[in-house]
């Protein structure tokens, strides 16, 4: 059995041979993308340039346009601890207390009030010894001309003294003045 090596070659005939037009017209094209990049690149800086420029004449022209703000994460996050601060001091406490306290808590005691600022909410936690003193108090608050949307947020089933007792938290809003 006398077989002929196969000849496999799929390029056309003529094709492997050097092109040097082919490498000049690739090496062309590659130089004159880069020499476009650097340009835009030249460009871009220029123009960033002169809009700094501007903002800097604008700002000289009309001081009360420019923009004094710093930015510092650092600072800014002062800024806004400080803010809050503030938002704190400005509380209606004695409104807010007056407001708890004038729906009567008999019944219960309460632990705590956590009041939030910004969106002018109230959680109260306390602990009642049953479920019946803790929705008539949020019936009570709710009668406070100071607070809306009194609602019960959460209870739970405790042990206070080896007696069972309730512990609840109460969300309020109350009223922008």
Partial sequence: ?????????????GAATFRPVRWVILLTGLLLAIIVARADL????????????LNRIEARRHPELADPVVHDPAIERQIKRA????DDLELPWEPL???VEGAGPTGLGLLGLAPDAPTKALHITGQAKTLDDVLRYIDRLNQQPLL???HL??????????EPAIQFTIGAKWKRS
């Fill in 1 to 13: 059995m006398n077989s002929r090596p196969l000849a496999i070659d799929f390029a056309p005939a």
């Fill in 42 to 53: 030249i460009q871009n800086r220029r123009l960033e340039a002169m809009r700094a420029d």
């Fill in 83 to 86: 803010s809050s601060v503030l």
């Fill in 97 to 99: 207390f007056a407001a």
């Fill in 148 to 150: 809306q949307e009194v």
């Fill in 153 to 162: 947020i959460s209870y739970a089933q405790v042990q206070h003294n080896a």
